[in-house]
């Protein structure tokens, strides 16, 4: 059985198909399976039990990304086709079973939007999958964390200015939770490149005993040093959704984007909000002891 799974181009988004994606190994463990999805999203995928190939969508002018996968898809006669971006290519290929997803953006839970396409109800979690070699490189970056003496994961870091909560807020943060935890740890985690950097250098230079866990690791690694950690806390990401899905306990900081829409989505996750109108509310407003207590609740919860 062969299958092409079309996801997003963006890292979380992609993090949320994973648990459709797992559900169908799951019912089809001999299927070949190709992802087509944007070159932040590829390495999610590496290690995917059935991985046939991931087929890389770098955009182009006029859509003729769209074009270039038809060309590269056309050949093969696949039995089940998902594609969850609703392009028209899924129905000018030679297949079986087709699940598109239509009609855009809606209202409520995008894991849910993504299990209906398929029929699950409940949404299955998102997930990873990882290598022993990933399992070892995260060894070497995350030391292991006691209950005295957690590992917690701060996400300063996000696509849009708008999400991101005040850098100068991480301070403050971590000494309300070092009065409960003296012995506890940051690592700071965030993406590759000159800007996911930069946002990130303060809380770094704040927080001078913190784990610099960003912008050198493939995703998998990534994903695999949250697992390592007490708690993931950061901004509406990329990153929030993978700490979520490799079961990480996380708290999510929503501003101007919609927690009802986008919260994290686990065994373990919580979101706080800022004061205001859902989608509109500046981040700024986010109280820095409104963090620190659902993120000491949330440990606390984790532990029971």
Known sequence: MRILFITATRLGDAVLSTGILNTLIQQWPDARITVACGPVAAGLFSHMPGLERVLVMHKRRYDLHWLDLWKTCAPTRWDMTVDLRGSIISFALRSGRRFVMRGGRRPGRRVGHLGALLGLSPAPHPTVWLNNADQQAAAQVIPPHTPDAPVIALGPTANWHGK?????????????????????????????????????????????????????????????????????????????????????????????????????????????????????????????????????????????
């Not at 109108?277 to 109280?287: K, M, N, Q, V, Y």
Request: net charge negative.
């Open 164 to 304: 991101i909560w005040p850098t100068e807020h991480y301070l403050p943060l971590w000494q309300q939770l070092a009065a409960t935890y003296p012995q506890a740890r940051p690592a700071i985690f965030y993406g590759p490149g000159p800007q996911e950097a930069e946002l990130a250098r303060p809380v770094l230079h704040a927080l001078p005993h913190a784990i610099d866990a960003g912008g050198r690791f493939a995703l998998t690694e990534t994903a695999a040093m949250l697992a390592r950690c007490a708690l993931y806390i950061g901004n509406d990401s990329g990153l929030m959704h993978l700490a979520a899905a490799a079961g990480t306990p996380t708290l999510g900081l929503f501003g101007p984007s919609r927690a009802s829409e986008y919260a994290p989505t686990g065994a373990m996750t919580h979101w706080v909000e800022a004061p205001g109108p859902e989608g509109l509310a500046p981040i700024a407003g986010l109280s820095v002891e409104r963090v620190a207590h659902a993120a000491l609740a949330l440990l606390r919860q984790s532990r029971t």
